[in-house]
Each structure stands twice: as structure tokens, then as C-alpha cells.
């Protein structure tokens, strides 16, 4: 687990791998190269893994926001008091105009191929994601212009060692600057471990509070700039190009979970991966799952990294996720971390499986 010292520098690279992913080899790249996997608490038998996905965390808002966001090329996400209608459609090259702002297929193909191979590799079937991640960052972006954060002198040092960076140290600076203030309390710290405190059998809470804090930390300031960037979003005006949209989704739209929740039967999806320690513990008892509930309800494993499109779709910010789906496809029931049989088995006798 990292220490609490590097938490603020931390949120900025998440925030980087997944509001940018990753975007042009930020300033530490090579620090976020690939997905934090196992965080090890104390010592090795103790695994939380929390998966910033490119993903994260931030994007657990942007795709709540996506499935609503996948509009008509004529649908409009407009500030307070704006007329509708006045607002001209997006031309085939413009895939969105972000309060005037242009983005264009061009820009985005340029972005795309510049990412590192990892971020490649995780958007390559879901340009539809990709678009929405530099949405948020013109947002981003044109929020520091207007703090003038440019004319800041940690601004101009930094810039000057890094002029091919500027924009990302914007918004470093202004993301920083908005979990500054940001504090965990005791009951908050409590509420924290008790959600995940199946991550960490055999300890309690006082043993490993004060090597929580850095998460609990983490986490609500994670919250605090997705409320951030929720607000943004209201109240910017956004159009879409809706068409480009749909083609992009449309070919993505055949994978395990769409086709098991066609089938008519209730739905398990296990997001997770193979290098964690929680999805270790979890494979032997989803596959003996799948045979004794044949036939009567799905029961998918799901690696984030072969489905990262889905991950992002569903709004996946730790490994393993549980999501439950009812017969009709709608979801019921979401758990984070590990899942005991018993306690999936008693989710499904909800869902009426026996």
C-alpha cells in the first residue's frame, strides 16, 4: 500500500490514467504503466486490490454518465438559461464540441495513437470511451484557463523543465489543489475498513487502521473530484456526434455478458483479474458455480483487462466486482471485493434461482 505522503501525487495519476488514460506518457508514465493490482496490507497475506482500470475510479461517474450520454447527433447537454435548438450538429469529423470547443476524429485518432501500448490496448474497442475521456479533459482544461492557472509560478517552473506537458500540469495543479484540504475521520476511517473488511481476514480494525488511512484517503478524494467533474459536466454545454456513437457501439455490442443477458436467465458477472489475490480466491468457486447453475442462470468471469470496454461501461472500480442481473437484464445487486459461495448462492435464491 502506498504511503500517505505520495497520496496527493497519486490522485493525479489516477486522474490522468483515467480521465486522459494515460494520456501522451504523462509525467510518471512509467510509474502507471500498467493497472495497481495486489496492495498488500502489513504483509503479503493481505490483498486489496483496487484497480484504477484507466479506470477508475473517475470513470465510474463517466460511464454512469455515458449510457445517458449516448445520444442523437442532435442531443444536447446545455447550460442554464441556453435556448434549445440554436446549437449546430456536429459535422461527420467532429465527434462532440465541448462549449464551442471542437473535437474532432482527427484529434482523437492523433491522441489514440500516441497513448502508451497498455491505454492502446484497453481502448482499442471502445473509441466511444476514449471520446468521453477527452471530453472530460477539455472540461478540465478549460476550467484551469479560466483559474489562470498558467500564470501560476509553480505552473511556469514545472512548465519550463516539461513544455511538452503543459496541459496535463494543468491539470495536475488543479486537481491537487482541490483534494488539498481533503480529511479522513475516524468514522469515516471505521466505515471504510468495515466495507472492506473481507479484504482483510484474521485482522482487525485497530491493528490496521492507521495502513488504511492512505485508501480511505484515497478514495474520498477520488469522490470529491467526481463531484467535481459531475458539476463541470452540468453545466457545460456538450454535443455529441450521436451517429458515430452508436457505430462505435454497435461493434462492441457482441460480448459474453450482452449475449447471457439476452438468454433470459439471471446474470452473475465477475469482473476481476488473474494476477489478483481476491480473484484467485474466487475462480475455483465461480467455476464450480457455473456447473452446478447451468441452465438456470449465467455465471461469467470477466478479466477488466480482455473487457475493458464492459468494465467501463459498467462503472468496475475494484477487482473483483460482483454485479447481479435479474432475468430481464436489469441490475439488482453489485458487490465489491471477495464473495464467499454461500453469500452468491443467497443472492441468486433472492433472484428466485434455486
Not at 473488511?197 to 487502521?209: A, G, M, T, W
Not at 454485479?323 to 435464491?349: C, P, T, Y
Request: proline share 3%; charged share 30%; aromatic share 6%.
Amino acid at each position: 500500500m502506498k504511503k500517505a505522503i505520495n497520496t496527493y501525487y497519486k490522485i493525479g495519476i489516477v486522474i490522468t490514467v483515467i480521465i486522459i488514460v494515460v494520456f501522451v506518457i504523462i509525467l510518471k508514465s512509467v510509474t502507471s504503466d500498467r493497472q495497481r493490482e495486489v496492495e498488500h496490507i502489513g504483509d503479503s497475506e493481505v490483498g486489496m486490490d483496487s484497480t484504477a482500470m484507466y479506470h477508475s475510479q473517475l470513470d465510474t461517474s463517466l460511464s454512469d454518465n455515458r449510457s445517458e450520454a449516448v445520444t442523437d447527433v442532435d442531443s444536447l447537454q446545455k447550460k442554464q438559461g441556453e435556448p434549445e435548438g440554436e446549437s449546430p450538429t456536429p459535422a461527420r469529423n467532429v465527434l462532440a464540441t465541448v462549449n464551442g470547443e471542437e473535437l474532432t476524429l482527427t484529434a482523437l485518432n492523433k491522441e489514440f495513437n500516441a497513448l502508451p501500448p497498455q491505454a492502446k490496448e484497453y481502448f482499442k474497442d471502445d473509441k466511444a470511451g476514449f471520446l468521453e475521456e477527452l471530453i472530460v479533459k477539455r472540461l478540465l482544461l478549460q476550467d484551469a484557463r479560466r483559474k489562470k492557472i498558467s500564470e501560476r509560478s509553480e505552473y511556469k517552473t514545472a512548465s519550463a523543465q516539461n513544455s511538452a506537458q503543459k496541459e496535463q500540469l494543468m491539470i495536475n495543479i488543479l486537481l491537487r489543489e482541490l483534494v488539498a484540504n481533503v480529511s479522513i475521520t475516524e468514522s469515516e476511517l471505521r466505515e471504510f475498513f468495515d466495507r472492506n473488511k473481507d479484504q482483510f481476514p484474521h485482522r482487525d480494525y485497530e491493528s490496521l487502521k492507521e495502513q488504511v488511512r492512505p485508501n480511505a484517503l484515497e478514495e474520498k478524494q477520488r469522490l470529491v473530484i467526481e463531484g467535481y467533474i459531475n458539476e463541470l459536466q452540468a453545466n457545460a454545454a456538450i454535443v455529441r456526434n450521436g451517429e458515430w456513437i452508436k457505430e462505435q457501439e454497435a461493434a462492441i455490442a457482441d460480448n459474453p455478458l450482452s449475449r447471457a443477458l439476452r438468454s433470459g436467465r439471471p446474470v452473475v458477472a465477475d469482473f476481476g483479474r488473474g494476477t489478483c489475490i481476491p480473484c484467485k480466491m474466487m475462480l475455483p468457486i465461480l467455476e464450480k458455480l457455473q456447473k452446478e447453475y447451468a441452465g438456470r442462470a449465467e455465471i461469467l468471469i470477466l478479466d477488466v483487462g480482455e473487457y475493458a470496454s464492459l468494465s467501463r461501461k459498467y462503472g468496475v472500480m475494484m477487482i473483483p466486482t460482483q454485479i447481479f442481473f435479474d432475468s430481464s437484464g436489469r441490475e439488482v445487486n453489485r458487490h465489491q471485493g471477495f464473495m464467499a459461495e454461500e453469500d452468491i448462492v443467497a443472492q441468486l435464491k433472492k433472484m428466485g434461482v434455486e
